[in-house]
């Protein structure tokens, strides 16, 4: 009986073994996949018309040539927008010379408290090269529908309201189309990582 | 136990030791880690008629290191909003995922407009192997 079970176990534990030490075979992804999700094809990227937190129209037209990180939010956030923000100001840091070439856009989703000059202020704070959107409520709402953002106001008794909103970020490459989409909660490293793909093709 | 009822019993002890040794500590491969789903031509239309067609179940299990990527393919006439971006017709977008959690979606390819996926960490433990094949083995047995 002992050297029957032996016939069977001793090729059973060996395989074990063997699979014990074997190296799990990992399917890697290469290296220029992005870490945002991809648009395939990549078309045009919606333009805006709004004014810009500089004086001037702000429309993606003018940043050509330049990489975009598009997002939407709003001065009096709390939570979302200044850790977003945050986390662009540290990937344009860590880019170094690169970063010339990389230009954060933010529009508000709030245009009845936001003007030109907070957003200015408010932007600045985080990068001074940041350039924000504002507009009218109709142009605010024309951008956000052209990038599928959805914002809803909640009011306080206190007579203030915040707004939840949509918190991705949207990476347009040199020649004006949107390549990808970042979801809110990624690091400054992924950026990194990301915008110097997008920086050489 | 006698010798014959042994011999009989041993082969399928053994077998089922193997089985049992290959689901704990094999690795898990997959020949892609892109989990597909297309959103097919007339859904919206479908829709429009009244029709609660389900493109996409409600909730999508991911795991990472075997089907980590989420593929969504628009093959209808007009635009889908998926999560964070819209999809216009013959668009599909490509969503990665690193961390484990649940997340949820807008996605108008749903009647409830939400879609929600888990992702889950790698079986990393023999126990963590054999209950992510059982499972798996279950979800896919009538497919």
């Not at chain 1, 395989?15 to 992005?34: F, I, K, N, Q, S």
């Not at chain 1, 909103?165 to 490459?173: T, V």
């Not at chain 2, 097919?40 to 990527?69: F, H």
Request: one cysteine or more; proline letters at 7%.
């Amino acid at each position: 009986m002992t050297v029957n079970a032996a016939r069977f176990l001793l090729p059973v534990l060996l395989g074990v073994a063997g699979m014990v030490v074997a190296e799990p075979v990992r399917l890697t992804p290469p290296d220029d996949l992005l870490k945002a999700g991809v648009l395939s094809p990549a078309l045009p990227a919606p333009e805006l018309e709004l004014q810009g937190s500089d004086g001037k129209p702000l429309n993606l037209a003018r940043f050509r040539g330049k990489v975009v990180l598009l997002a939407f939010g709003f001065s009096s956030c709390g939570e979302v927008c200044p850790i977003t923000l945050a986390t662009l100001a540290g990937a344009r840091k860590k880019l170094g010379g690169d970063a010339a070439d990389v230009q954060v856009v933010y529009v508000t989703v709030d245009p009845e408290r936001d003007d030109a000059a907070r957003m200015k202020k408010f932007l600045g704070s985080f990068d001074a090269t940041f350039v924000g959107g504002v507009g009218s409520r109709a142009e605010i709402d024309v951008a956000q529908a052209s990038y599928g953002i959805t914002s809803a106001r909640k009011d306080y008794p206190d007579g203030n309201y915040t707004i939840g909103h949509s918190s991705s970020i949207y990476l347009i490459d040199r020649a004006g189309r949107l390549r990808a989409v970042m979801p809110y909660g990624h690091s400054s490293d992924d950026f990194v990582h990301d915008l110097k793909i997008l920086l050489r093709t | 136990m006698n010798r014959r009822l042994w011999i009989l019993l041993a082969p399928v002890i053994g077998a089922a030791l193997a089985l049992l040794a290959w689901a704990a500590f094999a690795p898990i491969q997959s020949g892609s880690r892109e989990q597909v789903f297309d959103i097919p031509q007339g859904t919206y239309a479908r829709r429009r008629a009244g029709d609660l067609v389900e493109i996409l179940p409600d909730r999508i299990r991911l795991t990472l290191g075997i089907n980590d990527v989420l593929l969504i393919r628009n093959q209808d006439d007009v635009p889908q909003t998926f999560g964070p971006t819209i999809m216009m017709p013959g668009q599909s977008f490509r969503l990665p995922f690193e961390r484990p959690a649940s997340y949820q979606f807008v996605c108008t390819a749903h009647a409830s407009g939400q879609l929600t996926i888990d992702v889950e960490a790698e079986p990393a433990t023999p126990w963590a192997r054999i209950h992510w094949r059982a499972r798996h083995w279950w979800e896919n047995r009538k497919k």
